[in-house]
């Protein structure tokens, strides 16, 4: 598959990259090309060492939307809505977002916005035909980058349309002993977004680092 990652530079952009590049085309996206090709440049130089095969480059975030086939949202929130109307061309294609409105008072917390979700927002600024599925929100960064230990984690993948759905969980089944889970329609998004915050409590409170789940 081809993938794109918008804001493919950031943590869980390039931790991404690292394990689907072994599989997939991906195109690492950014505001600025030349970052992209740095990190793009550093993903190739790692796997190489590992001599794991490598199929990355670095481009700007327009490239990474046209390039491929499914597009990773991979901003922070707050930068979301401005990320997604300086880009065009989201129609037809398959869009994730795992991205995770979440806030930080004395413990952390989802703090959607009036859509009800991140997914429910960008559902409303993508393009009618744009094929969005939520996924990915619940694995840490450092998991994915971890690339001496294997990926034993679930993925909830939820939208509206079946076939998107269906190609993003065979993505994230691509991944070795990553397992991805029907989590049901986009309404769901709310619930999926929500189970981090939850995983970063259970982080800070029981003394435990990038904390996943399993679903069995
Ligand atoms: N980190 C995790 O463990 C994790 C896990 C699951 C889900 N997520 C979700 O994934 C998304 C990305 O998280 P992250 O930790 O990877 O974020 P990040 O590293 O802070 O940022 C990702 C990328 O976003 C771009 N960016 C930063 N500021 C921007 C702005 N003002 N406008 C447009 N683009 C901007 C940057 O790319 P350029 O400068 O190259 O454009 C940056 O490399 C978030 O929504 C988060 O909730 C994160």
């Known amino acids: 598959m081809k993938v794109g990652i918008v804001g493919g530079t950031g943590e869980i952009g390039e931790g ?3 394990r689907l590049s072994q599989r997939h085309e991906v195109f690492i996206g950014s505001r600025e090309r030349d970052k992209a090709q740095t990190c793009s440049l550093s993903c ?13 480059q670095g481009c700007d975030n327009q490239e990474a939307v046209d ?3 499914i597009v990773i949202l991979a901003v922070p929130f707050p930068h979301a809505a401005n990320t997604i109307s300086t880009l065009k061309g989201f129609g037809g294609k398959i869009v994730v977002s795992p991205i995770n409105p979440i806030q930080r008072a004395e413990y952390f917390f989802h703090a959607p916005p009036p859509e009800g979700s991140a997914g429910l927002m960008v559902k409303r600024l993508l393009p009618a035909d744009a094929r ?3 996924a990915f929100n619940n694995i840490a960064a450092n998991r994915w980058r971890d690339l001496e230990k294997p990926l034993r984690y679930s993925v909830a993948v939820c939208g509206d349309d ?4 269906e190609r993003v969980m065979e993505l994230a089944g691509s991944v070795p002993e990553l397992e ?3 989590a049901g329609p986009l309404a769901v998004s709310p619930m999926v977004e929500s189970l981090t915050p939850l995983l970063l409590n259970i982080g800070k409170y029981s003394r ?9």
């Open 16 to 18: 991404m990259a690292l």
């Open 44 to 56: 190739r130089t790692l796997l190489g060492s590992l001599e794991l095969p490598c199929r990355v």
């Open 67 to 69: 390039s491929a086939e």
């Open 132 to 134: 969005l599925c939520v």
């Open 162 to 165: 079946p076939t998107a759905k």
């Open 180 to 182: 991805a889970f029907d």
């Open 208 to 216: 435990m680092k990038d904390v996943g789940v399993r679903f069995l």
